[in-house]
């Protein structure tokens, strides 16, 4: 495994690759590397021939009050695991490769809709600093893939519609969210957990579970749903940002048009953000209100 600091050495190694017709799959990171994102790379490595690896903890789509900081930095631990897996490359850039110029000049990419609601509304700027970041790397890298997990699905979903406006010639790969036996979502941020938080926290998983069940036997009353499982949330000692039921496409509503249902959570545990989603798919031969089991 090579590891590249600057975009020049990094560029010029991937030349060479591209020269001998060999496919690039992308996985960007931000490191503190869990089973979930080498589940990426596992994925990154059945797709094309080349794996390339980016850590960095981008500053741009941290709040004032979010944890920078904080944000647990593993570097060794994190190149052992790749370098297990038979990544090829690794990209570390520091700040001052992404943003030469500050942060403040920095040009932003803004996503409409997709990303003012959810998170982008309990987060303000944080995915314009997400689609930010992920478009200079796409450039940098210019994969043939790129491969992201699906616990954030907001973030999946907006990716892929800034590819698809923007034209980028690269197939967006989601996969699945790796979990661990109690169901709670595999993150980085579950090392901030307490012993007794980390106990609670697969009431969040179990929560988006019962209130996916609940839609799929026949229940349509999607704001008493969601009333329901905040209360729960506040029960257990979380703190919820939203529950929401919507249509996987476009995170709004659920209509007669939406095929796929999205439900979506954020809630703080003590100090700690969670997020985590379920999904469920509409039986197309039957009314909307008719649903079929989903993942």
Request: hydrophobic share 40%.
């Amino acid at each position: 495994m090579r590891t590249y600091s600057h975009n020049a050495t990094l560029n010029a190694a991937l030349r060479a690759f591209r020269q001998s017709d060999q496919t690039i799959a992308f996985v960007p990171t931000m490191g503190n590397l869990h089973e979930g994102h080498l589940d990426l790379v596992r994925k990154a490595r059945q797709l094309c021939d080349i794996v390339v690896v980016s850590i960095f903890v981008n500053p741009l789509q941290f709040g004032a009050n979010e944890d920078l900081d904080a944000y647990p930095r593993t570097m060794a631990a994190d190149k052992e695991k790749l370098f297990s897996e038979g990544v090829q490359v690794l990209y570390t850039p520091d700040v001052e490769e992404i943003y030469p110029e500050g942060m403040a000049a920095q040009t932003l990419v803004h996503v409409p809709e997709l990303g003012d609601t959810l998170c982008g509304s309990a987060r303000p700027g944080h995915f314009d600093g997400v689609t930010t970041v992920v478009s200079k790397l796409f450039n940098i890298v210019q994969p043939d893939i790129a491969v992201f997990g699906e616990k954030d699905f907001q973030q999946l979903s907006i990716v892929r519609k800034m590819v698809a406006d923007l034209c980028m010639p690269i197939k967006i790969v989601g996969v699945a969210t790796g979990r661990d036996q109690d169901g709670l979502a595999l993150s980085s941020r579950n090392g901030y957990l307490s012993l007794d938080e980390r106990r609670i926290a697969p009431v969040l998983h179990a929560t988006l579970n019962t209130c996916r069940e609940a839609i799929a036997c026949g229940f349509d009353n999607f704001l008493q749903l969601e009333s329901h499982a905040r209360m729960k949330l506040l029960e257990a000692g979380f703190e919820p940002d939203y529950f929401s039921i919507c249509d996987a496409r476009t995170l709004r509503s659920v209509t007669e048009a939406t095929e796929e249902i999205a439900i979506l959570a954020a809630a703080r545990l003590g100090s700690t953000r969670l997020i985590d989603n379920v999904r469920l798919t509409l039986n197309p031969v039957s009314d909307w209100g008719m649903l079929a089991d989903g993942r």
